[in-house]
């Protein structure tokens, strides 16, 4: 290279690194938050852990931060998106099993009797589960999933479900890795199921998804190993679940976790009694108009016990109408 | 210093600032390893999925490749580094428990009958584990191994255990990961017993270690939420246990596999089968002088099912007598 050209090439690259500091400068990393004390006690959090001399310093490498998926990163009701996936399966699935006509749960999840289905209880959705999630290999399982998020459209906003995911979640998630966290997906949902989308929608990889799981099996299946799926549940990812799975899978205790109902209690319970700084937050559904309003007595991310346990906890609140300038993500 | 001595340590500092910079320029990434067609095979492999413009291009986050622990990254002989540790936390527990000097396997844990133990199998051997690894939280846990680890000694070579891991392995680690690629321990040992060091010795961070595991229990003690290590196994990673669990926690099936023993046949099997380049890789013991030489008779890394497999299946057989200059790294 000629002197004056490697000159050139210096201006300009010393040119385009500035352009790309003053952006990260000015800019506000979440600009779907009203600014206001909950915008203002996350950015604190970040920029107490990431400030060298401050004496909140958190090396890189434990900036660890969890994330409930559904009802804080995406939509839950009517009810789980997994749910209607399971119960769209039985519908398709039922020609070739004639007895589930009359046999529940299935009955119900084919004549659409949401009634008698939440009575069925949880053990009447595991069966669901074990009889529309199991017999196949994961990456078949993955078409299937696939296939469906594809095609599947929630009624109300006439969107795919993957368009039901909170804006300003997804800021929050590019903003914390722009700081350097690493973030995970805690969730209650499989964890298959999850991986399906949570890379391409949320940019977790498949490796950073904690889940709830079935038991697989190694075999060799004409001559080629396969893993297949069996209808017997393996580890359950909820409640008292979720420190032992991000405990069994990260291998650390976060500093930052994000839920939104009881499920995540002790997530929150466990990452902020850690020392140094921690930050819980709860997403509050606090928005019929744009989204849903519930919590204490929804069946689907019942929040309660962990409502009244974030004032004693100090756990941020986020109050979804408030906080929230846009929910969903812009139209393409 | 004397002049003679000052000439001889610039000279010294010259040389090794020559071979530095030698070895980062025109780059040989596997100094460790001689010339010839096991490295030719590894560096092709490389060379292939990392070249944009040629058919076996892989992207970068499909560049998974995994590694088994103990006599793949260090040492198993005399016996597997956990299995020296539980007996000394036998030893170091015994005066606890007075009812282990006529209880097998404790009995022979504690008086080093090794052929008792042997008789005692796997059950004996789980017996042990649960007795010395459970009862505790994972921190607890991990300041036990830390300090062992610290202080234990392995007899022949004199040398704390995290020093007798392999070399020319350490360099391949680098290579991989200098190349794209995401590196993980699959580990039939306890994943957090390897944990503890996996980071600081081989640079594969909390996460990206895979292992056997006991269960674990959430709960409030004294008022602070606790982890418990209960004596009751979770998951066993070893032979089918290894691409289940790769399929939980990766989620993804590598394109590159390195083992040593049997336990290590459904890994590769499973990884060298998928479409695309693929690598699978045995660590062949043939160097009684510098380590051990061993394979189908050995209680420990018994390699037999795998090496007849390896040229059928067109696995890479390291023949660590002739392929690897250097077993260790140097004394520091």
């Given at each position: 290279m000629s002197k004056p050209l490697l000159r050139a090439a210096v201006a300009l690259a010393a040119l385009v690194f500035v352009s790309a500091a003053g952006a990260a400068d000015n800019?506000?990393?979440?600009?779907s938050w009203n600014a206001g004390p909950t915008k203002d006690a996350i950015v604190a959090f970040v920029t107490k852990v990431t400030?060298?001399?401050?004496?909140g310093f958190v090396a890189p490498e434990d900036r660890v931060a969890t994330f409930d998926n559904d009802g804080t990163l995406w939509i839950e009701q009517p009810m789980y998106v997994q749910l209607a996936f399971a119960l769209d399966r039985v519908k398709a699935l039922a020609p070739e099993h004639p007895d589930w006509k009359d046999k529940q749960p299935f009955k119900a999840a084919i004549e659409g009797d949401m009634k008698t289905l939440a009575a069925s209880g949880e053990k009447g959705v595991a069966e669901l589960v074990m009889a529309t999630h199991a017999g196949m290999t994961p990456d078949a399982f993955q078409k299937i999933v696939g296939d469906w998020l594809a095609a599947a459209k929630d009624e109300r906003f006439e969107r795919g479900y993957t368009k039901l995911v909170y804006q300003p979640m997804l800021e929050l998630l590019s903003y914390l890795r722009d700081n350097g966290f690493t973030t995970y997906i805690v969730s209650g949902g499989g964890i298959e199921f999850v991986r399906n989308f949570s890379e391409r929608v949320y940019g977790i990889p498949p490796a950073q998804v904690v889940g709830s799981s079935i038991k697989t099996k190694y075999e060799i299946v004409d001559g080629e190993p396969a893993l297949l799926r069996l209808p017997?549940?393996?580890f359950i990812d909820d409640k008292d679940g979720k420190p032992v799975g991000i405990n069994q899978h990260i291998g650390q205790r976060p500093i930052a976790a994000f839920g939104n109902s009881d499920g995540d209690f002790q997530m929150l319970e466990w990452t902020t009694a850690g020392e140094g700084p921690r930050l819980g937050v709860i997403v509050h559904h606090t928005d019929a108009e744009r989204e849903y309003a519930y919590d204490r007595d929804s069946t689907f991310g019942r929040l309660d016990k962990a409502l009244d346990a974030a004032v004693e906890n100090g756990w941020i609140v986020v109050d979804m109408k408030n906080d929230w300038k846009q929910v969903f993500p812009s139209a393409e």
């Open positions: 800019g506000d990393p979440l600009p400030d060298e001399n401050g004496s017997e549940m393996n």
